[in-house]
T-cell receptor, first 111, second 113 residues
Framework: EDQVTQSPEALRLQEGESSSLNCSYTVSGLRGLFWYRQDPGKGPEFLFT???AGEEKEKERLKATLTKKESFLHITAPKPEDSATYLCAVQPYSGTYKYIFGTGTRLKVLA | GAGVSQTPSNKVTEKGKYVELRCDPI?????LYWYRQSLGQGPEFLIY????????DSGLPNDRFFAVRPEGSVSTLKIQRTERGDSAVYLC???????????FGQGTRLTVV
């Protein structure tokens, strides 16, 4: 069964303290992996798409990487405004184009 | 519009009533998705459309749930005989085509009392 697991569930960082969020996936084949940011009361906001192992994408303080079994979202020198829930989703090769989401990592960055 | 629009933003209904939730996707997007999200959980897949047809409705929990997209643009999620367990945020997303990133609306918070 296709599955996505995110860790940790919650993370508290001091401003400027870099860290990484993990997204492990088990799929029959990976069509694409997607990272989203979600603020309270809002819909998920698209961040990155990764399609193949070794691929990397960057945007401001965020960098996403992909291997054959997991993806990391690296946050460099985070600021309080980076506080949000970060969601990972996969789209497997299974005859459907649905996205399968993990439960997310709740990030809190303290000033 | 510039983004995916969902109406209403909030809906409170009594148990047993019928509700309709509307989604206006980004113009030109051919794929449209419905998800449901409970507090502290990730979005749970319900159904997606390619054009006017439902390509995968395997996530609909039972036959009280139904969705349409008659003209390949706006979609409506319909829930009959609502139950308290249907309370959640219903999210709609659209993408240019299947296999690309999806963009989400702000969601409709449904509360069944």
């Amino acid at each position: 069964e296709d599955q996505v697991t995110q860790s940790p569930e919650a993370l508290r960082l001091q401003e400027g303290e870099s860290s990484s969020l993990n997204c492990s996936y088990t799929v029959s084949g990976l069509r694409g992996l997607f990272w989203y940011r979600q603020d309270p009361g809002k819909g998920p906001e698209f961040l990155f798409t990764l399609y193949s192992a070794g691929e990397e994408k960057e945007k401001e303080r965020l960098k996403a990487t992909l291997t054959k079994k997991e993806s990391f979202l690296h946050i460099t020198a985070p600021k309080p405004e980076d506080s949000a829930t970060y969601l990972c989703a996969v789209q497997p090769y299974s005859g459907t184009y649905k996205y399968i989401f993990g439960t997310g990592t709740r990030l809190k960055v303290l000033a | 519009g510039a983004g995916v629009s969902q109406t209403p933003s909030n809906k409170v209904t009594e148990k047993g009533k019928y509700v309709e939730l509307r989604c206006d996707p980004i113009s030109g997007h051919t794929a449209l998705y419905w998800y449901r999200q409970s507090l502290g959980q990730g979005p749970e897949f319900l159904i997606y459309f390619q054009g006017t047809g439902a390509a995968d409705d395997s996530g609909l929990p039972n036959d009280r749930f139904f969705a349409v997209r008659p003209e390949g643009s706006v979609s409506t999620l319909k829930i009959q005989r609502t139950e308290r367990g249907d309370s959640a945020v219903y999210l709609c997303a659209s993408s240019v085509e299947v296999g690309t990133e999806a963009f989400f609306g702000q969601g409709t918070r449904l509360t069944v009392v």
